[in-house]
Structures are given as C-alpha cells and as structure tokens.
C-alpha cells in the first residue's frame, strides 16, 4: 500500500522555470514532511520540511506549499537551474507514534535544460 | 564525520550466490535504516533499528534477506540466495532519533547487480 503518492514521475524544466512536485498523502497521523534531493550516484538528503501547523515554508528558491484538508504538499523549485537536476523524494510521518518511520514517495526525476 | 559508509560500493555477482552488504552508521546515530531503492518501486524500507535491536522488518522481501547489527557501529544486510531480481541500489541511512522527527543521513549506496 502505496502511502505517500507522488506525481510526475518526471519534470524537464527550461533554466528559470518553475519546478512543481506534487504529493498526496492518506494517513491523517503524518505530521512532519520532508523532500530529499538525491544526485545521481548519491544517497538522497534533506531539502527541506514543513509540518502540517504552517501552509507554507521558504529556503532560498525552494518553497514547500502545504494543504492539510487536501491531504497534499508540493515542493515548488523557482528559477531553476541546471544544476537542481536530480531526483526529489517526498516522504511523511508520524513524529509521536514511535515506530512508524518514513515513508517516501516514489520519486521525480527533474532535468533543468538550459 | 565521514558520513554514513557502506560497502561495497558496486557488487556483481551470479544468481545462488550471497551477497553481504555493509554498514557504518554515524558516530552517535542512534537508529538505523536499510532501504532498496529500483526504478519500479521506488525507495522500499526494508528493515530498521533502533538502539541495535530491529523493530520492523516488515519489509524484507523473503527470507532470503536478513540483517544484523552487533553493535551500534556496524550493521550487515545478507542475501541468500541471491536471484537476479534483487538487482538494485542498496542504502543504509542513521538518524539520532528513533522517535520525533526522522532526519536520515543516507550513505552512498551499493549498487547490487545479480547475473
């Protein structure tokens, strides 16, 4: 059972475009939401994270836009680069229920074209 | 720190035969992770632990795959044997915590390829 859907499965973005990654989730207990950003021949790390008490969360040219009614969250990439070409995981959880670790979606492969 | 360290970092082998990969979780890291990362499905947690003891293993295909980790420095994921469809990337991933929020610092990876 597929926990965290994730949505493309690919992205090609012109440099300077806009990035948009879109997950929905169904376990109404998930409360931390990360993205991790993984290059290729690398293990994936973190981006960036919201949890579901803010609509929204900025780092730099990353911004996570979170709707807690629609159970959904998106990473938004602003003038993208080609070098934020990689592969970009959303993942949620639970952070009282103890054993319940991540979830990760199944990822999109974004390639920034210049 | 040197990170999360796994090896090998690239293993072929021929179908039957086993497989260990290995893993160095952080210093200080008390919770550790394996996952199986394809094409078709993704990143697939398989197994993991907390203060060396596994609590959910629920993902470990078969019984062809354990896992072990006798210290808090060290963890091994075993397969045998090994079929050609356990061809994939590997992680190992720790955090410094069990509960709360999960940060996992993942390690390069080991890319298994089963002929």
């Known amino acids: 059972q597929q926990q965290v859907k994730q949505s493309p499965q690919s992205l090609i973005v012109q440099k300077g475009g806009i990035s948009i990654i879109n997950c929905a989730y169904e376990?109404?207990?998930?409360?931390?939401f990360p993205w991790y950003q993984q290059f290729p021949g690398k293990g994936p790390a973190l981006l960036i994270a919201?949890?579901?008490?803010?609509s929204e969360k900025k780092e730099g040219r990353f911004t996570i836009s979170f709707n807690k009614s629609a159970k959904q969250f998106s990473l938004h990439i602003m003038d993208s680069q080609p070098g934020d070409s990689a592969t970009y995981f959303c993942?949620?959880?639970?952070?009282?229920?103890?054993?319940?670790?991540?979830?990760f979606g199944k990822g999109t492969r974004l390639s920034v074209i210049a | 720190d040197a990170g999360v360290i796994q090896s090998p970092r690239h293993e072929v082998t021929e179908m039957g035969q086993e497989v260990t990969l290995r893993c160095k979780p952080i210093s200080g890291h008390n919770s550790l992770f394996w996952y199986r990362q394809t094409m078709m499905r993704g990143l697939e947690l398989l197994i993991y632990f907390n203060n060396n003891v596994p609590i959910d293993d629920s993902g470990m295909p078969e019984d062809r795959f354990s896992a072990k980790m006798p210290n808090a420095s060290f963890s091994t994921l075993k397969i045998q044997p090994s079929e050609p469809r356990d061809s994939a990337v590997y992680f190992c991933?720790?955090?410094?915590?069990?509960?709360?929020?999960?940060?996992?610092?993942f390690g390069a990876g080991s890319r298994l390829t089963v002929l």
């Open positions: 376990n109404t207990a998930f409360d931390y």
């Open positions: 991933a720790s955090s410094s915590t069990g509960y709360g929020a999960n940060v996992l610092t």
């Open positions: 919201i949890r579901p008490d803010v």
């Open positions: 993942a949620a959880e639970s952070e009282n229920s103890g054993n319940t670790p991540l979830v």
